[in-house]
């Protein structure tokens, strides 16, 4: 699994820029999860397997405006479950009347 995270650098038609650049990063194959942060919304955390990034960033920057990889990191394995302790059987005693 890979963290991505994409900055973008658009300032005009910003509610259209960030619905057409959500659109192709949830397009792009491989992709789990795609989040908002930053100051100004312009920072994309895409969370998937197999994401071409250079692909993805290649097309942000056609269609949408300039875009930087800001980082790619392996995403954090998801902590073991807990486990629960099984208590052994009580031995079934036969009542006698």
Not at 60 to 83: D, E, G, M, S, Y
Request: proline share 11%; net charge positive.
């Amino acid at each position: 699994m890979v963290v991505s995270s994409v900055k973008d650098s658009s300032e005009d038609g910003y509610e259209k820029s960030i619905k057409k650049a959500m659109k192709i990063v949830s397009g792009a194959s491989g992709v789990r999860s795609v989040s908002i942060q930053g100051q100004n919304d312009q920072l994309y955390t895409v969370i998937g397997e197999g994401i071409d990034t250079a692909k993805l960033t290649r097309e942000l920057r056609k269609k949408v405006c300039h875009t930087t990889i800001v980082t790619i990191q392996a995403a954090p394995p998801p902590p073991p479950p807990p486990q629960q302790q099984k208590q052994p059987p009580q031995p079934h005693l036969p009542t006698v009347c």
